[in-house]
């Protein structure tokens, strides 16, 4: 099992950055493709962005690509979502998510382990 911790959060400016992190307990994580999810009020939660195991194959969502940036250091457990040149509309409850295996799962069903989210809003 897997347990899933973000951090990084918080308020800012249209136009700035936020790097947002996730820390996961266990000596599994290596063997789990993980996932940026986000949930805005009102919305159906939506992915965001994925990684596999190793790093080597990541997938965004088409609103968020060349923006964020996902990556993992599978000797820190932890993944990390860098987001720059923020958007009103990204303001969410960001969550990260973890599916055993390599995979290239994007629903939000697929994913077995979840964090508690971390908010971010961007102020216009």
């Known amino acids: 099992q897997v347990q899933l911790v973000e951090s990084g959060g918080g308020l800012v400016q249209a136009g700035g950055s936020l790097r947002l992190s996730c820390g996961a307990s266990g000596r599994t994580f290596t063997y789990h493709t993980m996932a940026w999810f986000r949930q805005s009020p009102g919305k159906e939660r939506e992915f965001v962005a994925r990684?596999?195991?190793?790093?080597?194959?990541?997938t965004y969502a088409d609103s968020v690509k060349g923006r964020f940036t996902i990556s993992r250091d599978n000797a820190k457990n932890t993944m990390t979502l860098q987001i720059n040149s923020l958007k009103p509309e990204d303001t969410a409850v960001y969550y990260c998510?973890?599916?055993?295996?390599?995979?290239?799962?994007?629903?939000?069903?697929?994913?077995?382990?979840w964090g508690q989210g971390t908010q971010v809003t961007v102020s216009s």
């Open positions: 990684i596999s195991m190793g790093g080597g194959s990541t």
């Open positions: 998510a973890a599916k055993p295996g390599n995979n290239r799962a994007t629903r939000t069903e697929e994913y077995d382990y």
